[in-house]
């Protein structure tokens, strides 16, 4: 079987060609694996494959400066495979092929050639490798660390989960059509199915960006009938809402916010390459042997990122959030969803969902503000009183401790405001304010008060429900204060 297909490159140039494979699964896997993001696949005869290849010639000699160039090529597991290149010359388009792309180029003529056989430029391949090889291009026909056709195990793995994913998503998508099909017109079904066919298309593109985008293009569309028809039984009902749920459980939907950031990430990560790749050849040109230690060193920091790129992939693809909180950042994304739809239907079902989710904010709002007026008028619950234990004197010692305190403010306050007198000479007697300060009855009062408080603070903290221990406390700090009043 042949398909015609139309494909972006390693640096986003448009690839057209014909593939035989046999099916159209088969052919997406085969261009997924050569590193091309399809945009367009369908099976042609082989006459419509030549009208295609003739009308893409006429195409061709309009852009000035570009050709059109037919190949065929072995890919770098050896399978045959054909088809067109634009380039500004044919040594152009053989060094992308070879370099790029890592085909084994095995024949190549302008695609509006009469004679292909005598336009043949095979006779130039052997002069154009030798030039590359002189200029330290790698030509070995393996995938090239850092393209995204390399067949490295976490690609794979990163494929295969978006692929589950997708697929999980259009079976539920196809589950709510055949039992629910009622729910929608005429004009929603055929968007849907439009949408459902391009996310076919895209699902082995591992473009994140644009699958995240058709998904919750589709889910919008499935989770808003517009032709609500009574159901038969309460039954239908909650089987169409329980697969509704189920798609918007996919990590696509229910995470698009961390994809568009995957997606960012996935962009970076590609340029970084690019940039390792085009400076490892120049590497090369000046020193051999240290290029090649650099160059795995910086491998295996592409690997660590692809490593952690797919540990993210996953987490994001398990993770369920559920039902977004309504807030600021949803309502001004659904808004920019809504401004930027790409069709009247979408844009009418984006509206609905815009206006859901602005009364579900208002409604929380107005909720939250009447929790806050029930919460301010509600009497304060009063603690339930705990059974005073016997000999229990803590709020008289809580008295004694603060008006011991507050004294013992002002008695500093005065030793203060005397010092400063004394030292500034605010014109009182010096001698009275000396005899004040050095009478033993204020230094014994001061004194008092400081182990006072120190011994009612420990007795509240360390032994607040302990007789025996507050006993002891008390006749310790005492019989400390009599001994330095004695001594001192």
């Known amino acids: 079987m042949k398909f ?26 085969e261009l997924h694996k050569m590193g091309m993001s399809i945009v367009a696949i369908s099976e042609v005869s082989a ?25 065929i090529a072995k890919d770098v597991h050896g399978k045959e495979v054909n088809g067109t290149i634009d380039s500004k010359d044919a040594n152009s388009a053989y060094r992308r092929l070879m370099a790029e792309y890592r085909f084994d180029v095995l024949d190549l ?32 026909h393996k995938p090239m660390a850092g393209t995204r056709g390399e ?33 929608y017109s005429e004009a929603f079904l055929k968007e849907i199915e439009k949408t459902l066919n391009e996310l076919e298309r895209i699902r082995a593109s591992n473009n994140l960006k644009h699958i995240t985008k058709v998904c919750n293009n589709l889910y919008e569309l499935i989770s808003n009938p517009d032709s609500i028809e009574e159901q038969a039984d309460q039954t239908a009902e909650d089987e169409y809402q329980k697969t509704v749920s189920r798609l918007e459980e ?27 790749t085009t400076l490892a050849k120049v590497r090369k040109t000046l020193n051999r042997k240290k290029a090649d230690e650099i160059d795995q060193a910086v491998a295996a920091k592409i690997k660590g990122h692809r490593s952690r790129w797919l540990s993210q992939l996953t987490r994001s693809l398990k993770e ?24 009247a239907i979408l844009r009418r079902v984006r509206k609905q969902d815009m206006t859901k989710a602005f009364r579900a904010w208002k409604a929380a709002r107005v909720r939250a503000k009447t929790l806050k007026k029930e919460a301010v008028a509600r009497p304060a619950v009063s603690e339930t009183s705990k059974i005073k234990a016997k000999r229990d004197f803590s709020a008289l010692f809580m008295e004694l401790d603060s008006f011991v305190g507050w004294l013992l403010f002002f008695y500093l306050a005065y030793f203060f405001l005397a010092g400063f007198a004394i030292e500034r000479n605010v014109g009182l007697p010096k001698e009275l304010v000396v005899k004040t300060l050095t009478s033993p009855l204020i230094v014994n009062i001061s004194i008092f008060l400081v182990v006072a408080h120190l011994t009612f603070t420990l007795k509240l903290r360390l032994f607040r429900s302990n007789f025996l221990g507050s006993l002891f406390l008390f006749f310790f700090c005492f019989g400390i204060y009599s001994l330095v009043i004695v001594n001192f």
């Open 250 to 276: 996919s990590g696509f939907i229910s995470n698009p916010f961390k994809f568009l950031e995957l997606h960012n990430l996935q962009k970076k990560t590609t340029r970084f390459e690019k940039v390792q």
């Open 4 to 29: 015609k297909y139309t494909a972006l490159g390693t640096n986003n140039q448009k690839l057209e060609g014909v593939l035989d494979a046999g099916s159209i699964d088969a052919a997406r896997e």
């Open 320 to 343: 369920k959030t559920g039902k977004e909180h309504p807030g600021v950042k949803s309502m001004m994304y659904k808004f920019f969803g809504f401004v930027s739809a790409p069709n």
């Open 151 to 183: 067949l490295e195990e976490e690609d794979e793995k990163m494929s295969e989960a978006i692929i589950t994913e997708i697929d999980h998503f259009i079976i539920n998508t196809k589950k709510v059509l055949n039992e629910h099909r009622g729910q």
């Open 47 to 71: 006459g419509e494959a030549a009208a295609v290849e003739s009308k893409e010639a006429v195409a061709a000699k309009t852009q000035e400066g570009i050709v059109t160039y037919y190949f």
């Open 109 to 140: 003529y302008p695609q509006n050639a009469a004679d292909p056989a005598s336009a043949s430029l095979k006779s130039q391949f052997e002069e154009w490798k030798r030039q590359m090889e002189e200029e330290g291009i790698d030509l070995s």
